[in-house]
């Protein structure tokens, strides 16, 4: 675990962004580098990048604050208090995450802007984009473990890990954890290879690529929430959000992969 790093021993960097920002500029080299191949402009391939990652911030941090809404609105009287007294602590604690599900979605939504504005086909950019998602993803979630967020729930067995004391989150280091952070990074890279090598091969019909992505994903996700042992990400009944959100998910992908909306268009 290493949330940050000291430059010249003034300055600390999150170790978690510096990760991410890594694993973004690779999945961009290799992505401008195939473009031609599949038909796409690089240009348009890397600002429907760039306003990917707009909405992915965005999308993000709103969902975070979805996720705190409720406890703010049902203890708003405290909350008020602590915002006037200490605004950037209040600040934090509403706005201070990131859930991925939020990111992908606002990712979408930024190049589907960017795609309408520039009549670039949607869904050519999204398939052609499907195997970067997890690459990026993966990296994220290494970032996440060394960070320490994301973390496990209690675990003895082969392949648990301790994490140092953190103050940020002392309950980090009572238990060995599950190491779900580099497990999903693993499964994440394992989808990049696999669907990299379909969409180069060209054996897959419009559209099936992200299908094919949101249908892995939601799965693993669901099944991965399982295994998380923070509290944080929010819950709606006995389902955590983003098991709530692969539920929705689930059918979008089905219907990717099969094509039925092809035959609706």
């Known amino acids: 675990m290493l949330p940050y790093i000291q430059i010249a021993g003034k300055f600390s960097l999150p ?3 510096i990760v991410f920002v890594i694993g973004f500029i690779i999945a961009m080299a290799i992505a401008r580098q195939n473009a031609k191949a599949y038909g796409l402009d690089k240009s348009d391939v890397i600002f429907a990048a760039a306003y990917g990652v707009i909405g992915l911030l965005f999308g993000a941090k709103l969902l975070y604050f979805l996720t705190k809404l409720p406890n703010i609105l049902l203890h708003f009287d405290v909350y008020w208090k602590w915002l006037k007294i200490i605004p950037l602590d209040a600040l ?3 706005f201070g995450g990131l859930v991925f599900y939020g990111g992908l979605l606002g990712a979408v939504a930024g190049a589907w802007i960017y795609c309408r504005k520039y009549k670039v086909p949607f869904l050519e950019m999204a398939d052609y984009y499907a195997p970067f998602i997890p690459l990026i993803h993966g990296f994220g979630r290494i970032g996440c473990f060394l960070a320490g967020c994301c973390y496990g729930r209690e675990y003895h067995g082969f392949g648990s890990v301790q994490f140092p004391y ?5 309950e980090l ?4 954890r599950v190491p779900v952070q ?8 394992i989808m990049f290879f696999v669907l990299f090598y379909l969409v180069k091969k060209k054996i897959l019909r419009s559209g099936q690529p992200i299908g094919i992505y949101f249908l892995y994903y939601t799965v693993i996700r669901f099944l991965l929430e ?3 042992g923070d509290v944080i990400r929010g ?4 389902l955590s959000t983003s098991q709530l959100i692969s539920l929705i998910l689930f059918p979008v992908a089905v219907i990717l992969i099969s094509g039925k909306y092809r035959k609706k268009n």
């Open 15 to 17: 170790l978690y962004g």
């Open 92 to 94: 934090e604690y509403a």
């Open 166 to 170: 953190n103050e940020a989150v002392p």
């Open 173 to 176: 280091s009572q238990v060995p």
């Open 182 to 189: 580099l497990l999903e990074a693993g499964l994440n890279v």
């Open 226 to 228: 399982m295994l998380r």
């Open 235 to 238: 819950k709606m009944g006995i």
